[in-house]
């Protein structure tokens, strides 16, 4: 009943708690029912003249549209921005929409490029291991390390050092059809 030290005399109080459990059990009827509807779902859409497969094509075209998506977010490290003002958003996301669009067009021409002059792979991978469907972002990894430096003395221009392209490097400008000389300082 109290604090202390039990003793002889001590009195002591029975207190009764409730405990809950839970059981599972399964449900037949349940069962059977969400087998019937396995792997169907609805698809809902507001293209008023579109025929069902029209929108079953459409959907089946979203898993292209989710790795673009994925790409904002990886690639182009697309993160919440703290704007107040919806026209500098809209600006920002359009800025992002253009370089998804010319990320995708330079996957497009390196791809065309393979196909046009019958080549099945290139080393984009570490190890240089082969990439037959090479992206964005392992061409650009490809081209990161380049590099041009101006030796300056007293504000006057000495040199400069032209970044050294390698044969994957020409390999790939070769396939988009630009001349090396794109990396070079107009004379």
Avoid at 36 to 50: A, E, Q, Y
């Amino acid at each position: 009943e109290k604090r202390g030290r039990p003793g002889s005399g001590t009195r002591y109080v029975r207190k009764e708690r409730l405990r809950f459990s839970a059981a599972a059990r399964v449900k037949d009827d349940v069962v059977v029912a969400d087998e019937r509807s396995d792997g169907m779902f609805p698809l809902i859409t507001n293209c008023k003249d579109s025929s069902l497969p029209q929108i079953l094509a459409a959907y089946k075209f979203q898993p292209k549209l989710e790795k673009r998506h994925e790409q904002l977010k990886s690639v182009q490290n697309l993160a919440p921005v703290w704007l107040k003002n919806a026209s500098r958003i809209e600006a920002l996301l359009f800025l992002y929409f253009i370089a998804l669009l010319v990320h995708a067009l330079l996957e497009r021409e390196v791809r065309m490029g393979m196909v046009r002059e019958k080549v099945d792979c290139l080393p984009l991978y570490p190890e240089e291991r082969d990439c037959s469907a090479p992206s964005t972002e392992r061409i650009l990894d490809v081209f990161a390390p380049l590099q041009r430096h101006r030796l300056r003395k007293n504000g006057r221009l000495l040199r400069i050092f032209e970044p050294e392209l390698d044969d994957l490097h020409k390999r790939i400008l070769q396939l988009v059809r630009l001349p090396a000389s794109a990396f070079r300082v107009a004379a």
